[in-house]
């Protein structure tokens, strides 16, 4: 063979590979990693209100999307901090936040962190009992956020917290997150601290609307420090979305929830 022969196969091998490899590359499935984390308005399990601490536990599980609740802006417990914003400068994310109501001079509520595109923010508040001289309750909502992912294709991602003393409230929140979010052809991922357990009438309801992306042992998740009951979810709707893992994660001290790591591939 000529050498010039010899070279022009080598070129057309070289091409044809690169191209190969760069069809497979295209080809690969889309992850995204979720995070659901309650974060005690930054105090941890040792009584120290620590954003940072907070930032390096969200960091290490590289998250590209991270749905908040119990988040502090400007509130006097939490030394006035705007903990949204430390938290999206500590982590490089951008955040969006959802307030639920005005606490000690500032405002208290639920967040987003992502590393996608934010092209729509709505805030929708949910049912729930008023307080009263006898029982203390608060108001509740939900945060949803619509992302862009690298196909183009929209996400709707939502962070909420439901009623932690009233299992009545408990019930219409779900009904209520089926009635605003579960009919929207647009395919979304719901996560939040809903303070009821796997199989209770809230998650039942949540289930007729939501795959449950849960770990076959349903890890509990608080309190932080010596997990007795699982509270915290990611869910998901919608075919394109294929849960690949899901794990609690052993951080016993930086909240007193343990926040719930999910997985998901993305379909074309």
Not at 179 to 186: E, K, P, R
Request: aromatic share 8%.
């Amino acid at each position: 063979m000529k050498l010039s022969s010899l070279y022009s196969s080598i070129s057309k091998f070289v091409v044809a590979c690169f191209v190969l490899g760069s069809f497979v590359q295209a080809a690969e499935p889309l992850k995204l990693r979720v995070l659901c984390y309650n974060i005690h308005y930054g105090q941890g399990m040792d009584g120290v209100y620590d954003i940072e601490r907070l930032a390096k536990v969200i960091k290490k599980a590289k998250p590209d999307l991270v749905a908040l609740q119990e988040v502090d802006v400007g509130v006097k417990r939490s030394s006035r901090m705007h903990e949204a914003r430390m938290l999206s400068e500590m982590t490089g994310l951008a955040v969006r936040f959802g307030p639920t109501q005005h606490y000690e001079g500032g405002l208290f509520g639920n967040a987003v962190l992502t590393n996608l595109p934010i092209t729509d923010v709505h805030i929708q508040p949910l049912p729930y009992t008023e307080s009263t001289e006898e029982l203390t309750t608060y108001p509740r909502a939900a945060i949803a956020t619509t992302v862009t992912l690298p196909s183009g294709a929209s996400l709707k991602f939502i962070s909420t917290h439901f009623q932690h003393n009233v299992p009545e409230d408990r019930v219409a929140e779900a009904k209520a997150i089926n009635q605003y979010f579960a009919d929207d052809t647009m395919p979304a991922i719901l996560a939040g601290d809903m303070n009821a357990r796997p199989g209770s009438e809230p998650i039942n309801i949540l289930e007729k609307q939501w795959k449950n992306a849960i770990d076959a042992d349903a890890t509990f998740t608080a309190p932080a420090n010596k997990p007795r009951v699982r509270i915290d979810y990611v869910f998901s709707r919608g075919s394109q979305l294929k849960m690949l893992s899901s794990e609690v994660l052993d951080e016993p001290v930086a909240s007193d929830h343990r926040p719930v790591l999910v997985v998901f591939e993305v379909k074309k």
